[in-house]
């Protein structure tokens, strides 16, 4: 069921999405090389904890951490370990963070010291696809016409479209209805409607958009190795267009 936030909800998310943002700004400048992905973790899980709010993913259907970490081929999911991040990877840092009983989330991708020109190609064009699907978020509108704005974006750029996976609706749980895909045809699915609030977040690969499971249940990585990059924001439809809850403070 899709659900209408009202303006105490929307008041709420505000504030879990602004923790969002400020918790990606303060982890920045520790993505270096040298550093684990299980000590990013750590240092998140301190700054949630101490604003007061909760790392929504550590425990979410037995996920064990705080954020979700995928570096390089990983698209999504990769779990916090002693993997040390080195010169030339990518990594994408995804969280979700409740505030009293609402859920903000939102997805960056980052650099680790110089990467290739391959790299920078994905991660600008994943970062435009996203912005280009928020463009199409005002009510009357629906679904499918974000769905298929990124993939249009995607595809004229020559990445893969992951197709397995989806962006979501958000509220009082990190994932609630509708599902957001990031392909389709337009004027098709649920229509967007003032105080709906959905995450939005293309996943696009620089080969082929084929990906698969890893023994671990979580971590999903593309099939041919390819880098995939991975970009998300949690935007509330408002009576005239939309608000991005979770924005970039940089």
């Known amino acids: 069921m899709i659900t209408i936030k009202s303006e105490r909800e929307i008041e709420l998310m505000r504030h879990a999405g602004m923790l969002v943002s400020k918790m990606h700004q303060f982890i920045k400048p520790y993505i270096k090389a040298g550093i684990t992905t ?7 899980e301190k700054f949630i904890l101490d604003h007061d709010a909760v790392p929504s993913c550590k ?3 037995g996920f064990p951490a705080t954020l979700c970490t995928s570096v390089n081929d990983e698209v999504v999911h990769g779990i916090p370990s002693s993997r040390v991040l080195k010169d030339g990877d990518i990594i994408t840092i995804d969280v979700v963070i409740g505030y009293k009983g609402y859920q903000g989330d939102a997805a960056w991708t980052y650099t680790v010291g110089e990467v290739d020109d391959d790299c920078k190609y994905l991660m600008e064009h994943t970062e435009k696809a996203l912005y280009e699907g928020v463009k199409q978020v005002r009510p009357g509108n629906r679904i499918g016409d974000i769905s298929a704005a990124v993939q249009a974006y995607a595809e004229s750029h020559h990445l893969g479209v992951v197709r397995e996976l989806c962006g979501h609706g958000i509220g009082k749980d990190m994932h609630e209805d509708p599902e957001v895909p990031n392909f389709g045809m337009p004027n098709t699915g649920p229509r967007l409607k003032p105080g709906m609030v959905i995450c939005i977040e293309p996943m696009l690969t620089f080969g082929r958009r084929d990906v698969f499971l890893l023994e671990d249940d979580w971590t999903v990585i593309t099939q041919d190795g390819s ?3 991975h970009y998300e924001h949690t935007v509330l439809v ?3 267009g939309y608000e991005i809850l979770t924005p970039r403070l940089d």
Do not use: I, N, S
């Not at 299980?38 to 998140?44: S, T």
């Open 238 to 240: 408002t009576e005239d």
């Open 59 to 61: 425990g979410y259907e």
């Open 38 to 44: 299980k000590e990013l973790d750590a240092l998140c």
């Open 227 to 229: 880098p995939a990059a």
